[in-house]
């Protein structure tokens, strides 16, 4: 008999933005994605099943602004070409293009509002199981 096991997703996760329209053009660029602006105050990019939500920090921020703290991974299916717009959108790179130690191909940078994001090629995706050392 198959042990029970809740039903539990990721769905949407937040993102800071203090200037909302010049974060959609950076994601919409970066992404290829047309933003989903259907609520005023936030811009929905809908990625496969996740939504990744900029929210307008302006109007709907806690006080002082401050970037995500961890990195947001995004997979990918032509890193090379992501890369790229990221650098036309002016994204800060903080790490070129490279094979980790775990084997998956991806760079590291910073949004427009210092929010951290890393973008993984799809076909090098490390989901923490079966790993030779681990």
């Known amino acids: 008999m198959a042990e029970w096991r809740p039903a539990v997703r990721v769905f949407r996760i ?3 933005a203090m200037d909302i329209g ?5 994601y919409e660029a970066v992404l290829a994605i047309e933003a989903d602006d259907t609520v005023p105050t936030r811009l929905y ?6 939504i990744v939500a900029l929210i307008d920090g302006s109007v709907e921020g806690r006080g002082e602004f401050a970037p995500t703290p961890d990195n947001l991974y995004f997979a990918v299916d032509d890193l090379d070409g992501v ?8 994204a800060r790179i903080t790490s070129l293009i490279e094979v980790r130690p775990w084997g998956e191909r991806s760079f590291y940078c910073l949004d427009l509002d ?16 079966g790993a030779d050392w681990s």
Do not use: I, M
Request: some cysteine; proline content about 3%.
């Open 114 to 129: 210092g929010n951290r994001l890393c973008v993984v090629d799809d076909s090098t995706l490390f989901l923490g199981r």
């Open 14 to 16: 937040a993102v800071p």
């Open 22 to 26: 010049r974060a959609r053009l950076f």
């Open 83 to 90: 890369y790229n717009r990221a650098l036309l959108a002016q």
């Open 45 to 50: 990019f809908h990625c496969d099943e996740v």
